[in-house]
């Protein structure tokens, strides 16, 4: 039987961390227009701090002498010994959880400066290409060198809510992922729909002619860039700790292109959007994986969401290709109340518009 | 005569073609100054010189005595310089009203630090949307503000981009062929705007056009250019009486 309660909680789990990716997309490429085909680099960027330093940072308080212990074979033990040691002192494990995100954030942010920076002044495409290649980078240096996150063995990340007993913890953990995902969503939104969001659309649109404008487009690029990068450093910590491990090859461009189809398939440039695109993948992605037991096809049954998907791309590109929910003006005030009263005005004073 | 905006000497190559050949020009303030030529003479390219799209090899441009030659075009635009294009470079999702708004000066809700604090930014907005409509309703706009700039017809994507060039207050504007495309009709209101505007807002306008039937009798002083020379300056009569113009056009 399938256990209903854990299956809603892995979908809100999931669903928060692909909610967090996919408006961090939109504010690069729905909003600013920037290709970034890298974001799973910025999604480790996140995981890779909490698997290198949770366990490293907390070992010497749970009594291990981390010189005296080989990080890479015992990581599994340190890691539980540091979730025991947490489990009884639920302050501690909750500064450390919030501290491990926020680093994963400012880890994601500056890389996304970082690896930007050769190309953010170049067409669109050369920066597809560059983030993307830096990417794969990233993880297979992950992968090679053993320092950083025990190379192809990865790394167990301690869990800071061992204080929880069973199904309680999931719930919680859920929870609190689902609204940290909730207040990214609204400060995210709350962007969009103020000047800088309408810049954003405006270099988007017209690169030169916002530059005509005075806009610094490089660097108004960079802070798109900023934003979306730290969101999703931000999600790639969240997961980590939600999953329990960090492996580098958990970080494939594959990562990319699955929040690519979301924001594509929910509408670009418009953040409710993202959050539907991300809640219909998760959705039939989660149930496919639990489905997938008890049907029988001609194929591999791991493909099934990978058909599926492309399918549903392929339809919604062809019948709606603005996404399910298309992009609207970012309506920054309430335009026609401030444009009536005005026209008000001008009626009421014998002058007309002119005076 | 003062001139605010002054090229000396402007030397700009692409390969082995000199577009621009050494020129000099003085743009006289609050005036019409316009520049003429066959195509491929260097106008636009001398615009976009001025503008900060090319780095030209030699040569420099100086604008209310500073020296702006290579800055990049925000820079220029602060400088109280904005140029139009030929073909209307307009953020074409964006509406009417959208468009015009991304051009002011200063808004402070562009900065992303208050761009979450609404407070900040709510007054300026409101006024930036009262002077957008009624730049508007000077160019018969107004009523479409709410359209994306993309369902414009040709003509109002011309005086679009004319507006949104206004709200951004410069101090001068470079207008790249204002009227190409355009017909004849149009044409003339293009130009009369841009008269009316003058006397209201005391602009100064460096417009390159090659349809000089139209163009000629709005302007105040006219330079001549081909093959990246100044071929002839003067008034609009000057210039059109010049034999060595004729011949450029007629290719003799």
Redesign the interface.
Known sequence: MIDIIRLLVDIIAFYAIYLLLSISLNVEYGYAGIPNFGKALFFAAGGFVVGSLTSRLLAPLAGIDLHQVNFKIYNVLIATKVSQYLSGNILLALTAFIAMIILGAIMGGLLGVVASYPAIRLREDYLAITLLAAGELARIIARNYDPLICGTLGVSVPDPFAWLPGIQRSIVQAGIMMSIAVMVWLLVERIARSPFGRLLRAIREDERAAEVYGKNVASIRMRALLIGSSIAGLAGAIYAFYVGSVHADDYTPIRTFIVWVMVVLGGAGNNAGAALGSLVYVLSDRIIMQVKYYITVPFDINYLSYMAFGTLLILVLMYRPKGILPEKPSLTIDFSKVISRLREEAEASPEGSGG | MDAPLKTRDLVKTFGGIRALDGVSIDVYNEKITLIIGPNGSGKTTLINVI?G?YHPERGEVKFNGSNITGL???KI??KGI??T?QIP???????V???M???S?N??????R???F?NS??RA??HL??KA??IL?LLNLDHL??KPACTLSGGQMKLLEIG?ALM?DPLMVLMDEPIAGVNPRLANEIFEHLLSLRKELNLTFLIVEHRLDIALPYADYVYAMDRGKIISKGSPSEVLEDKIVARAYLGG
């Open positions: 503008t799209f990049p075009p925000f635009f602060e904005v140029r294009f470079h307009l953020f074409k999702s964006l509406t009203l959208e468009n708004l991304v051009a000066r808004n402070p809700g562009e900065k992303l208050k761009a979450l609404k930014w709510r907005e409101e949307v009262e409509l009624r309703e503000w709410d949104r951004a």
